[in-house]
């Protein structure tokens, strides 16, 4: 048992962008799907499927390369940790990296980036931000 499963998928999906991978396949969650399509909405990843499976259903990540085979995340980190949760109110939320980066919230509408939850006017705990 994981105790800090968005760490691990963060992990995950950092390890498979040093090494080029294509895809990487991770446990499903609800969390885990709500990030996956936030990075896709921002267009960090091309894109995600579910995969049915025992006992416990994968979350299958097709990640993104520019043209010559550059990373397009370059950065993610695990900022609202299980010791210690990190929360936002909307008039707090910064942008990442003077706007080229984003922040990834757990809100009461759903996992959002930083932009859509100024835009909706929630704040929410900040779970990671990404460039």
Do not use: F
Request: one cysteine or more; proline letters at 5%.
């Amino acid at each position: 048992m994981l105790s800090d499963p968005i760490a691990d998928m963060l992990t995950r999906i950092r390890n498979a962008v040093r090494v080029r991978h294509a895809v990487v396949d991770m446990p499903l969650s609800k969390v885990k799907r709500g990030v996956a399509d936030v990075l896709k909405r921002e267009g960090y990843i091309w894109d995600w499927e579910e995969i049915q499976a025992q006992p416990v259903n994968i979350l299958r990540i097709h990640l993104k390369y520019g043209p010559n085979g550059e990373q397009v995340i370059r950065h993610i980190k695990r900022i609202s940790k299980p010791g210690r949760r990190i929360y936002s109110k909307v008039q707090e939320l910064r942008p990442v990296l003077g706007g080229l980066g984003i922040a990834v919230l757990s809100t009461n509408r759903g996992v959002l980036s930083d932009r859509e939850a100024r835009t909706q006017k929630v704040g929410g705990e900040v779970l990671c931000e990404v460039w």
